[in-house]
């Protein structure tokens, strides 16, 4: 089987226990399954932006990204997959890489360290270009897949998303999924998204922005469960995934989708939803990710 093939992906109902009788049904849409590292929304956002790649002869994807970024992660993969070079534009200087960059490293990707000031030159094509000067052939895909390709293409999760469901939960980075998914899914259909930053409201314009004009509605940021900021975390949140993997057997990643399944848990405790709502979770991937915090995990 390929290793992008979608027929991994499955459904999977969360066990009944935490969230009692307050909602008609939650169900996992499990698209971490589709590969250990090109997981998640990453494929998604990448797919088209390969495709396209490969159909106009370009040779080096370049793209953005953090120490810990999974986008990086996956676009390493995926371009040595289809026989590319990749170059990584680095947020900060490492004196000792992170694991995801050595994964990077490992799957052939070049990378480049920009300090914090410079990486805000990001958006400029033309800074990039000099950076890589001495790559062939170059196509540049901005930080977390952010672009009309990466919009459409995770407008095709929505190809997994029955009418029948109220409410889609997300997790947001970019909010290059939600955009993709709010353009794609039912105007009934409310889109959820948790925003993993402090005060993390501020990637709203940046959505709405980008929405159809007939599908800026029905969606809404919440940034209540960030645990101190990106990339942070406190002992409860680990003892939530643990309990989470316990109950439904679901690895959940440190950075997106537990704090997205955290909030959602409270919400339900709190009486958010009416008892004939049908919730999706999106599982959006990010396991790899989690090395930071193997120790403390009871899987993987
Ligand atoms: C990158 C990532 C997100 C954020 O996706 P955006 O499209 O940038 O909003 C969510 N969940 C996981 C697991 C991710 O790796």
């Known amino acids: 089987m390929d290793m992008f093939d979608d027929r991994r992906v499955v459904i999977q109902p969360l066990n009944k226990f935490w969230y009692l009788n307050k909602v008609a049904s939650i169900d996992m849409l499990r698209l971490d399954l589709l590969h250990p590292v090109v997981s998640g929304n990453k494929w998604f956002k990448l797919r088209l932006n390969m495709n396209y ?41 490492y004196e000792v890489l992170t694991p995801t960059l050595e994964e990077c490293q490992n799957q052939g990707m070049h990378l480049i360290f920009v300090t914090q000031e410079d990486y805000k030159n990001k958006e400029e094509p033309e800074w990039a270009k000099s950076l890589v ?32 469901y109220s409410h889609i939960a997300v997790a947001v980075g970019t909010g290059t999924t939600l955009i993709g998914l709010r353009n794609k899914l039912k105007a009934h259909q409310n889109v959820m998204g948790f925003v993993p930053m402090k005060q993390g409201a501020y990637v709203g314009e940046h959505i709405a922005a980008h929405l159809q004009e007939d599908k800026n509605r029905n969606w809404e940021l919440i940034d209540d469960w960030h645990f101190g900021g990106f990339g942070k975390w406190k002992p409860e949140l680990i003892t939530f995934m643990n309990e989470f993997y316990d109950v439904n057997n679901i690895p959940l990643d440190i950075v997106y989708t537990s704090k997205m399944m955290y909030g959602l848990n409270e919400m339900l405790k709190y009486n958010y939803f009416s008892t004939c709502d049908k919730i999706l979770c999106i599982h959006s991937g990010g396991l790899q990710g989690n090395s930071s915090v193997k120790n403390e995990l009871i899987y993987q």
Not at 66 to 86: D, E, I, R, V
Not at 136 to 163: C, M, T
Request: net charge positive.
């Open 133 to 164: 000067a001495h790559f062939d052939e170059i196509l540049i895909i901005p930080e977390g897949g952010a672009n009309e390709k990466g919009r459409a293409g995770a407008g095709l999760i929505s190809r997994f998303v029955h009418d029948s």
């Open 53 to 93: 790649a490969l159909d106009n002869g370009f040779k080096t994807i370049v793209t953005f990204g953090g120490g810990y970024s999974n986008h990086l992660a996956a676009t390493a993969y995926a371009a040595k997959k289809f026989n590319l070079a990749s170059v990584g534009i680095v947020r900060g200087k």
